[in-house]
């Protein structure tokens, strides 16, 4: 950290040694796996610079939002509508955590065959390790998986300030009027924490503000079409990762900062990797940061990543929300229909998230597919055997993963990931 940021840890009630701990090993991972990689575009040193400010600048800066009046709105969903935090003068941040910590603590509340990303939710919290947890005036939960579902029961008993929004699992009539109330809701109660009444004009400008971090991601996607690949998997995730905590319209210029060096790098047919280098669509459940593990296995056997289905990727910032209503109800109807389309695997069924792997593998230019499933978590495992059997059927090879955030199974891992990449060449 560029500064001593002790005391303002401290006051949001961190466990300092807890904390020095974290870091002490996120830095050196940071240092080996990002720093590490060759011909970086330059314009990730400002995602590295977010990285070592993580807990230091942008936390200083959401808590001068704070003094300033803002508040601060913390979720672990891509169904959260940012655009409603926004227009309602509050700061959307994500949660998701993707380490492993106080697992000791975290089993004494929830099973141990809870999925990795909600025993780390809990392990940030118990653990006293996490800055943007401590900030937020309100934290979402929302009604997902069953894992998630009963876990805010118990999380409920662990912090004052949790909201939890239910959600719909089919997509159908009803499930859209849920959507639709859940979000009129969702609104109301923002509006009572900020005390600040959505407009139709603060609404359209929260959705503009959101659609353009949207644009950008979707441009630098579009650019990994390219062959020779001209960023790594493992940088492009971490864009898709910070997306969660900037400030919303920096991130955008340093997006589309990544992007036209990129179009140069085309242009000139220069890349991260070799020329037909064996490119992977990785897809299924969310990356959150500092959860490095599978791009790192895949990038250092010699293929590149090109996509992610996932919602720390394509899955949650495709599709922008209509910004040409005039009244407030228009653009709250404009965004449900944006959200509605989100495919997780919550959904039953759920079609539409096997035609977009499809359709993304085409467009990426694919040439296997590896499926992230977490272990415990029913809603992609279950999904992953019939993507599965559908991708093989049209040719398209496919690895299924099961995995953790412990690094326990990164031989074995690394031994069947390098058979595949080996089997595409
Ligand atoms: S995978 Fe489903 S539950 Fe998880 S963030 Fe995405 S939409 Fe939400
Ligand atoms: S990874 Fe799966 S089990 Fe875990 S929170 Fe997400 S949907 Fe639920």
Redesign the pocket.
């Known amino acids: 950290m560029s500064e001593d940021y002790r005391s303002m840890w401290t006051d949001l009630g961190l466990d300092l040694e807890a904390h020095d701990a974290l870091l002490g090993v996120l830095g050196p991972a940071y240092q080996d796996i990002y720093l590490a990689q060759k011909d970086r575009p330059e314009g990730m040193g400002y995602f590295d610079f977010v990285m070592s400010e993580v807990h230091g600048l942008r936390i200083k800066e959401l808590l001068d939002e704070k003094k300033a009046g803002r508040k601060i709105i913390g979720c672990y969903c891509v169904f959260v509508p940012e655009e409603i935090a926004l227009a309602a003068n509050a700061t959307l941040v994500g949660l998701c955590s993707g380490a492993d910590f106080a697992t000791e603590e975290v089993e004494k509340l929830l099973p141990r065959n809870t999925?990795a990303?909600?025993k780390s939710s809990f392990g940030f919290k118990l653990g006293k390790v996490c800055p943007y947890l401590e900030s937020a005036d309100m934290i979402v939960g929302e009604n997902?998986?069953d894992?998630?579902k009963k876990a805010y029961e118990t999380f409920k008993g662990l912090v004052d300030n949790l909201y939890v929004m239910d959600l719909p699992q089919v997509k159908s009539e009803q499930g859209r009027a849920l959507l639709r109330s859940e979000y009129l809701r969702f609104k109301a109660a923002v509006e009572a924490l900020t005390g600040v009444q959505i407009t139709a004009d603060s609404l359209r400008q929260a959705i503009r503000t959101v659609n353009a971090k949207r644009a950008a991601v979707h441009r630098l996607s579009a650019l990994r079409k390219a062959d020779p690949a001209p960023i790594s998997g493992l940088d492009a995730l971490l864009v898709n990762q910070v997306f969660f905590y900037d400030n919303p319209a920096r991130f955008t210029a340093s997006v589309e900062k990544i992007c036209d060096e990129l179009e140069a790098r085309i242009a000139e047919g220069t890349g991260v990797f070799a020329e037909k280098a064996p490119r992977i669509l990785v897809s299924g459940?969310?990356q959150a940061v500092p959860n490095w593990k599978l791009p790192l296995i895949v990038e250092t056997a010699g293929a590149v990543i090109v996509g992610e289905e996932s919602c720390v990727g394509e899955r949650g910032a495709r599709n922008l929300t209509d910004d040409s209503g005039e009244t407030v109800a228009e653009m709250m109807e404009a965004i449900v229909d944006r959200y509605y389309q989100v495919d997780c695997?919550?959904f039953t069924p759920n079609p539409d998230r096997l035609a977009h792997i499809e359709e993304m593998a085409a467009a990426y230019k694919a040439d296997g597919v590896i499926h992230y499933g977490?272990q415990?978590?029913?809603?992609?495992l279950m999904e992953s055997i019939p993507v599965e059997a559908a991708l093989e059927q049209k040719s398209i090879p496919t690895l299924r993963i099961e995995t953790d955030y412990s690094m326990e199974d990164m031989g074995q891992l690394k031994t069947r990931i390098e058979a595949f990449i080996e089997q595409l060449r």
């Open positions: 999925c990303l909600i997902t998986c894992g998630k459940c969310p695997a919550i977490l415990f978590c029913q809603p992609y």
